[in-house]
């Protein structure tokens, strides 16, 4: 059985950053895509980023790119690393796993095409 567990959400101010960790039970690491997406209240799910264990490629939504970064941290935990948080990135974010490949080109995998999902951190940005 494939279990994902997220944590590290919070309460930080504008400007600071969080670390999020998944972790990832039940399945190789190495074939997996592990994407990271986000919902705030009255949104849609948004894609944040997918990242590939077996290369260390990642994508990023626009909206985080060069702020956001995912790296393997070990064996079964995948890290999303966001700095210069802003007011918008208030979201309860998810981590979602699929044999899906490699990372694209360009652009992310949609919500429907993984397999896998956490519970959900809330992380929250304010002064």
């Known amino acids: 059985q494939v279990q994902l567990v997220e944590s590290g959400g919070g309460l930080v101010q504008p400007g600071n950053s969080l670390r999020l960790s998944c972790v990832v039970s039940?399945?190789?690491?190495?074939?997996?895509?592990v994407g990271w997406f986000r919902q705030a209240p009255g949104k849609e799910r948004e894609a944040v980023s997918c990242f590939a264990s077996s290369d260390g490629r990642a994508n990023y939504a626009d909206s985080v790119k060069g702020r956001f970064s995912s790296a393997r941290h070990n064996a079964t935990t995948v890290h999303l690393q966001m700095n210069s948080l802003k007011p918008e990135d208030t979201a309860v974010y998810y981590c979602a796993a699929g044999v899906l490949g490699l990372v694209p080109d360009r652009g992310l995998y949609r919500w429907e095409q993984y397999e896998y999902w956490g519970q959900g951190t809330q992380v929250t940005v304010s002064s």
């Open positions: 039940g399945f190789n690491l190495d074939y997996l895509i």
